[in-house]
T-cell receptor, first 118, second 110 residues
Framework: GAVVSQHPSWVICKSGTSVKIECRSLDFQATTMFWYRQFPKQSLMLMATSNEGSKATYEQGVEKDKFLINHASLTLSTLTVTSAHPEDSSFYIC??????????????FGPGTRLTVT | LAKTTQPISMDSYEGQEVNITCSHNNIATNDYITWYQQFPSQGPRFIIQGYKTKVTNEVASLFIPADRKSSTLSLPRVSLSDTAVYYCLVGDHYGQNFVFGPGTRLSVLP
């Protein structure tokens, strides 16, 4: 099946610094990727939809200037958390949309990145 | 967006069959039903997807009644390693509008 990787798997940073998280589709091309955030014991919350070659579409309540998304190629999307604060500490998960042989779309998820801001 | 409702938690014992039901009363004509499994600190893993009637793969079965307002994920003979959170999602043909509900936390006991 389609494989999605994320790097790093975990990161610790100091408050006020920026952190970049990479999401890669390893064996397929993805024109659309999604970024989710998940707090402990809670469900996944969609943050934004990333389309290759165009600006990301952010969900209501998600600050686009704080969570910068770049989808410069068909296999890579990046999420940069700018001026991180402790409340940004969370589990960030990306997914890539794949079109199957029946022209139906499926989502494959990455393993997630644990961000801790101190 | 079609909203889903699932039990918050379920307990089962090893070797038993587990059925998790999801309600999606306002499912649209173009919507598919997809189930994911998530272990702690991991991304969700695709289990099964269906549109109507019954779908079966090597790990689960999905039962969808004619009105499609609910669906049931069936896990045959669960083991301890099936302890996880299970999410039911309803989304359209283009994979848009995938909204995660709170999921069902399944605990399999020895």
């Amino acid at each position: 099946g389609a494989v999605v990787s994320q790097h790093p798997s975990w990161v610790i940073c100091k408050s006020g610094t920026s952190v970049k998280i990479e999401c890669r589709s390893l064996d397929f091309q993805a024109t659309t990727m999604f970024w989710y955030r998940q707090f402990p014991k809670q469900s996944l919350m969609l943050m934004a939809t990333s389309n290759e070659g165009s600006k990301a579409t952010y969900e209501q309540g998600v600050e686009k200037d704080k969570f910068l998304i770049n989808h410069a190629s068909l296999t890579l999307s990046t999420l940069t958390v700018t001026s991180a604060h402790p409340e940004d500490s969370s589990f960030y998960i990306c997914s890539a949309r794949v079109r199957d042989l029946t022209s139906r779309y499926e989502q494959y998820f990455g393993p997630g990145t644990r961000l801790t801001v101190t | 967006l079609a909203k889903t409702t699932q039990p918050i938690s379920m307990d089962s014992y090893e070797g038993q069959e587990v059925n998790i039901t999801c309600s999606h009363n306002n499912i649209a004509t173009n919507d598919y039903i997809t189930w994911y499994q998530q272990f702690p600190s991991q991304g969700p893993r695709f289990i099964i997807q269906g549109y109507k009637t019954k779908v079966t793969n090597e790990v689960a079965s999905l039962f969808i009644p004619a009105d499609r307002k609910s669906s049931t994920l069936s896990l045959p003979r669960v083991s301890l390693s099936d302890t996880a959170v299970y999410y039911c999602l309803v989304g359209d043909h283009y994979g848009q509008n995938f909204v995660f509900g709170p999921g069902t936390r399944l605990s399999v006991l020895p």
